[in-house]
Structures are given as C-alpha cells and as structure tokens.
C-alpha cells in the first residue's frame, strides 16, 4: 500500500500552516507598529496643544525679515524641550525652549530658518511617510539605516539653508552656535535638533556646498519600495 502522496499531503499542509503563522506574526507586528505610532503622534499633538503661543514679536519679525509668511506656523513655547524642534504636517508648529527665548537676534533666526526650512520642505511629511514604511518593512536592516541617513540629511539641508540664506561668513558662527546647543548626557553629545550627534552636521557646514532641496537620501529610500 502507498502510503507516500499521503506524506506529501501532510508536508504540504505543514508548510502552508507555518507559512500562515509567519505571516500572521509579520502583518501582527506591523499592525502594532503603525498603532504605536499613530498613539505616539497623537498624544504628542494632545501634548502640543497646551503649550502657550510665543508672542514676542521679535520672533515675528524675524519669520517675516526672512521673506517667510507669518502665518507659515505657529510658535510655540515649551519649559520641558531642550531644543527647538518643529511638529505637526497641515498646521505645522515650531517649539522653540523657554530658556531660548532670551537669545539674541542673530541666534533667534539660526532657529527660525532651520525650523522653517524643515517646514517648507515638508520633511515632517516625509518623517511620517518614511515611519509608515518602516512598520511593513521593519524586518530590513537596509531601510532602518537608510531612515537614519534620511533624517541626518534632512538636517544637513536645513543647516545648508541657514548658510545660504545668512551668507557663508556665518559658517563659523553658525558652527560656533550649534556647539553651543550641545545637551550633554554623560559624553554623548547630542544634536541642535532631534537629539543625535551634531558632529556630522558641523563638518558638512565647514564644507559647505549648496545641494538640492530634494533629499538624495529620499529618493532612495522611497525608490527601493
């Protein structure tokens, strides 16, 4: 008696049956990823909703003096950040420390021309989309390093833009200013904004060489997909 199309059943429906488990893992993490996501911007925005608006109307000046929209963002204050960050894609916002507000002008429109740049050139868009994807495909290291690489180029270009709206004679001003802005946790230095290293960035300021408004590092990333 002939029992092996039997054992092939059997092997078939074994591999359909771990098949199914793996995909019933992939699809639940990536389901939890994306809710933890969305749970973590939402209260985020909750959290932004109660900081008071800035009024100082030096920083308004500064926004307009720039040949910025005043009603670009809004400014917001925040006595917990220790460092100016931007928030939010169809009412985008920029946080700017309470301890900061006390700067002068020149250091003021360091802040509000890096943040105003990420902005204008939706990177909090890009920062979410990019986010989204990593939830389906964080199984690939590839794509987790290339997000890194995309955020630290989204900075550099805002940097980029600082220079060439200022003049490259800030360079070293500028360079001087984000040092300045080091939060020191032991002897990790930490960026002017989103809290990563900040030695990469001052180099590429030092030199500075104009590069596209469109993240080379974007088009991989969202080419790979």
Known sequence: YDMSKYLVGESSTGSINQMSWLLSIY???SIVSLIINILIYRATSSKMSRYPKADDLNIKDCIMKNG????????LISDGMLSPATFGILKPKIIIPRNLLSEDDKKMNYILIHEVTHIRRRHNLISVIAKGILCFYWFNPFLWLLYKLLDDDME?????E???RLGENEKKNYAAYLLSMFDITGSTLKQFSGGKSIMKRIK???????????SNFTVVFIGLL
């Open 27 to 29: 699809y639940g993490i």
């Open 68 to 75: 910025y929209a005043p009603d670009l963002c809004e400014v």
């Open 156 to 160: 550099m270009s805002a940097d980029e």
């Open 162 to 164: 600082v220079i060439s």
């Open 204 to 214: 590429r300021i030092n030199f500075y060489k104009s590069i596209s408004k469109v």
